[in-house]
Nanobody, 125 residues
């Protein structure tokens, strides 16, 4: 069974940085596309970044483009999301999600059947 475990959330001041990790077990990462999603209080969950199977394609929501960077280490079966220049509006619960064999990089929740437990990020002074 494919499982995802996120780590790296927490409290950070505006302008600060955090790095998320999404550790994958039960499946070989190089055959999986990974998406990062977030849900702020009172809002719908939104897709913010993804990386395709093999890592050849990445995509970002406009709200995070230029500030967040997704990467993968297939040897460690882990995907990372580096978040810089954080803003209070980045406060949300963040999730990684997996789609085995998905060659495309998409930010649509329906494409991802496996989800992590979510981790809170709070950006506040």
């Amino acid at each position: 069974q494919l499982q995802l475990v996120e780590s790296g959330g927490g409290l950070v001041q505006p302008g600060g940085s955090l790095r998320f990790s999404c550790a994958v077990s039960g499946f070989t990462l190089k055959y999986i596309a990974i998406g990062w999603f977030r849900q702020a209080p009172g809002k719908e969950r939104e897709g913010i970044s993804c990386i395709s199977t093999g890592g050849g394609s990445t995509n970002y929501a406009d709200s995070v483009k230029g500030r967040f960077t997704i990467s993968r280490d297939n040897a460690k079966n882990t995907v990372y999301l580096q978040m810089n220049s954080l803003k209070p509006e980045d406060t949300a619960v963040y999730y990684c999600a997996a789609a085995p064999w998905l060659r495309r990089c998409v930010l649509e929740q329906s494409e991802y059947p496996f989800w992590g437990q979510g981790t809170q990020v709070t950006v506040s002074s």
